[in-house]
């Protein structure tokens, strides 16, 4: 499973990016997929994620701003990131979960930076 991460960015603080991440390979046994950061000094942590079956999960710092969504057509899971704060600056990773082996694959990462 291969995993391409886009829409990153310089942003100011209030302002919105959307990320994309496209999907291709043995896609067939993934049943979620998401989105972490990486803030430097920082552990990765979970910022969204969306099950096969459209149940989505948000980390508490993105409720209220951040939505996440998926088009099975296209492989391809977004991030629509609004009301963007400095402290969300970070890199972004995408994720999949294949469900048979128990196994995540991520993407390169994409970097966010929100200027105050």
Not at 15 to 37: P, T, V
Not at 56 to 65: E, F, I, L, M, N
Not at 73 to 90: C, F, G, H, I, R
Request: proline fraction near 2%; glycine fraction near 12%; hydrophobic fraction near 35%.
């Amino acid at each position: 499973v291969q995993l391409v991460e886009s829409g990153g960015g310089l942003v100011q603080a209030g302002g919105s990016l959307r990320l994309s991440c496209a999907a291709s390979g043995r896609i067939f046994n993934i049943d979620a997929m998401g989105w972490y950061r990486q803030a430097p000094g920082k552990q990765r942590e979970l910022v969204a994620y969306i099950t096969s079956g459209g149940r989505t999960t948000y980390a508490d710092s993105a409720k209220g701003r951040f939505t996440i969504s998926r088009d099975n057509a296209k492989n391809t899971v977004y991030l629509q990131m609004n009301s963007l704060k400095p402290e969300d600056t970070a890199v972004y990773y995408c994720n999949a979960h294949e469900s048979l082996r128990d196994f995540n694959y991520w993407g390169q990462g994409t970097q966010v930076t929100v200027s105050s």
